[in-house]
C-alpha cells in the first residue's frame, strides 16, 4: 500500500535526512586509500548515533553494517570488511538512518585517491541522471516518467541503468510501495501524490545493464566486470514539484537541489569538493 505523508511527517523525514547527508558527508572527508570499508562502517556508525539516529540497514534482514560500502564493479549491498581501498577506487556508499521513528536513504560515489577520466565521467553522469529523474517529480506525473527521464539521459551517454534493482517509498519503513524503476516508458504506472516520499537511486553501468549476485547473498556485481556508479536521494512529491529531504544544511530545496557532488563544477568527485569546503571553513 502506497502512504502518503502529512507535512508534519515529511517534516520527520527530513530531520532524519538532514542526519544521513551529514554523517555520509563526514564519511566522504575521511575516505583515503588504505582504509577498509569496516572502517568506513565504524565511522558511519559512530556519525549516525552521535546525531540522534540508528543505523537504518544494520541488522535488515541479517546485514552485517551500517552502510552498504561497494567498490569498483560492485554495483550496490557490499558488505563492510577487510578490504583496502586503492587509489583509484570508486566507492558507492549507501546510507540510511532511522530518527524519531522515520527513514531516510542515501547514496553517493567517491573518488577513492585519484580516479581515471573513465571513472569521473561515469559518476558525473550518474549523478546528473539523478537529477534528472529528481525534475520529473511532482502530483499528477507518473512513476515511470522518473525512470524514463534517468534511462534516457544515460543511454544517450552510452552507460546502461540496471533492470534488477530499483528505487523505492519510504517512510515509517526503509522500504514501502511503490517501486521506482531507473527505467520504463513514459506515462504508465502509479500516478504520484502530494506527500509520497520516494527513494529515487540510479544504478549505472560502464557496460551491460546485467548484474549478479555473489555468494554471500548481498554483494550485487556487473556482469562484465566493468564499473558502476550510484547516487540516491529522498525526496518529497508536492502539489507543484519536490522537495529533496536529503540535504546536509538547514535549508530546504524545494523545486531545487543540493549542489552537484561530481562533474567539471568540483573537480569530479564528492571527496575533492568536500575536503575543499571543509579546508574553506
Known amino acids: 500500500m502506497i502512504t502518503c505523508k502529512s507535512p508534519q511527517e515529511v517534516g520527520k523525514i527530513r530531520a532524519s535526512g538532514r542526519v544521513t547527508a551529514t554523517a555520509l558527508e ?20 559512530t556519525a549516525i548515533r552521535t546525531r540522534g539516529g540508528e543505523p537504518a540497514f544494520l541488522g535488515y534482514h541479517g546485514f552485517t553494517g551500517s552502510v552498504c560500502s ?39 560515489t567517491v573518488g577513492v585517491g585519484e580516479i581515471s577520466l573513465e571513472a569521473k565521467r561515469l559518476v558525473e553522469v550518474t549523478e546528473q541522471s539523478l537529477q534528472v529523474g529528481i525534475r520529473e517529480v511532482r502530483a499528477g506525473a507518473h512513476i515511470s516518467d522518473i525512470g524514463h527521464a534517468i534511462q534516457t539521459f544515460v543511454e544517450e551517454r552510452g552507460y546502461s541503468v540496471v533492470r534488477a534493482l530499483v528505487g523505492h517509498g519510504v517512510g515509517e519503513r526503509l522500504h514501502e510501495e511503490p517501486p521506482v ?27 551491460t545493464w546485467e548484474v549478479r549476485t555473489k555468494p554471500d547473498g548481498w554483494t550485487v556485481v556487473t556482469s562484465d566486470g566493468r564499473l558502476s556508479a550510484h547516487f540516491e536521494h529522498t525526496v518529497a512529491v508536492l502539489p507543484d514539484g519536490f522537495e529533496v529531504l536529503t540535504a546536509a544544511d538547514d535549508q530546504r530545496y524545494v523545486n531545487r537541489l543540493p549542489e552537484r557532488y561530481s562533474g567539471a563544477t568540483n573537480g569530479g568527485t564528492l571527496g575533492a569538493e568536500t575536503s575543499r569546503r571543509a ?3
Open 70 to 108: 561497494s567498490v569498483n564493479d560492485e554495483v550496490v549491498h557490499g558488505i563492510p570488511g577487510g578490504r583496502k581501498l586503492r587509489d583509484g577506487d570508486l566507492l558507492k556508499i549507501d546510507i540510511g538512518s532511522l530518527v524519531d521513528g522515520w527513514y531516510s536513504d542515501m547514496a553517493c
Open 26 to 45: 563526514e564519511l566522504i572527508q575521511a575516505v583515503k586509500p588504505g582504509m577498509t570499508t569496516k572502517d568506513i562502517d565504524r565511522l558511519a556508525e
Open 279 to 281: 579546508q574553506a571553513g
Open 181 to 207: 524503476p531507473n527505467f520504463g516508458r513514459k506515462g504508465t504506472g502509479v500516478v504520484l501524490k502530494p506527500g509520497m516520499v520516494l527513494a529515487i537511486e540510479p544504478m549505472v553501468n560502464a557496460g
